[in-house]
């Protein structure tokens, strides 16, 4: 399943996000890739474990704990400290799949990287191409958002990024585990739980009774597949 996640940030955190990146110290982006990506990797982003880019992913952080709608998709058990990218003159990552098991370098932790998030830090009329194109089994999904919006997508899917031929596209992109590794089972949980959301505020004895009934399943189902 591939979901936007609007407002993670707000437009003053944006902002204050790129006043910070200004400062930040860049690096080849191919220092964190593994091989297969790395030999497609033309990017900058902000060195790993910098001041900036910690104070700026506690920020990602805080907006993400506050988004009902990424706890609902996601599930998160872990999610890797946010980094921060940038493509201009035509800088590009052509097609690869995501490294499967990262270690955060500051604490050694491993997280299996079950999805995969970009969140938009330039409005995209200031840039060309940069699309983020995503591909399941049913077709290519081509991704450019507004500022503070973020796409999840399975950390599975063979992705690219188009190159960029005007200004910089600067995101931040990072990885999660979720407590439930398959991408189908999330996603019926997923479903399950929108369609609960819906019927919450009814009155009707019929629909309490069976909502009740289906946050029993979405439980249940969770317990079952659930893994911590
Ligand atoms: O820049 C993006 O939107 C995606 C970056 C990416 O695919 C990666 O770093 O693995
Ligand atoms: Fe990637």
């Known amino acids: 399943m591939l979901i936007e996640i609007p407002n993670v940030l707000t437009a003053e955190q944006v902002a204050e996000a790129r006043r910070m990146l200004d400062q930040a110290e860049w690096v080849d982006g191919r220092v964190t890739s593994g091989y297969q990506a790395a ?20 920020m990602v952080l ?11 998709a996601a599930l998160p058990l872990r999610v890797f400290p946010p980094m921060f990218n940038s493509y201009s003159g035509g800088q590009t990552f052509g097609t690869h799949v995501d490294t499967a098991i990262r270690q955060v370098a500051t604490t050694g932790q491993r997280i299996r990287t079950d999805l995969s998030a970009t969140l938009f830090l330039t409005p995209p009329e200031d840039y060309d191409g940069g699309e983020l194109v995503v591909e399941d089994a049913y077709g290519s999904h ?26 910089a596209r600067v995101s931040s992109f990072f990885w999660i585990q979720s407590m439930i590794r398959h991408d189908a089972q999330r996603t019926m949980l997923f479903d399950l739980d929108t369609a609960i959301q819906r019927i919450a505020g009814e009155q009707t004895e019929a629909v309490k009774t069976s909502a009740v009934q289906l946050t029993g399943v979405y439980h249940n189902l969770l317990r079952e597949w659930a893994e911590m």
Do not use: D, W
Not at 62 to 72: D, H
Not at 143 to 161: I, N
């Open 62 to 72: 805080t907006g993400l704990a506050r988004s009902p709608l990424f706890m609902s």
């Open 39 to 58: 030999s497609v990797k033309r990017n900058l982003q902000v060195a790993e474990g910098s001041k900036a880019a910690i104070a700026l992913g506690e």
């Open 142 to 167: 081509s991704v450019k958002l507004p500022v503070g919006h973020m796409v999840l997508y399975p950390a599975t899917s063979l992705h690219h990024v188009t190159p960029v031929t005007r200004g």
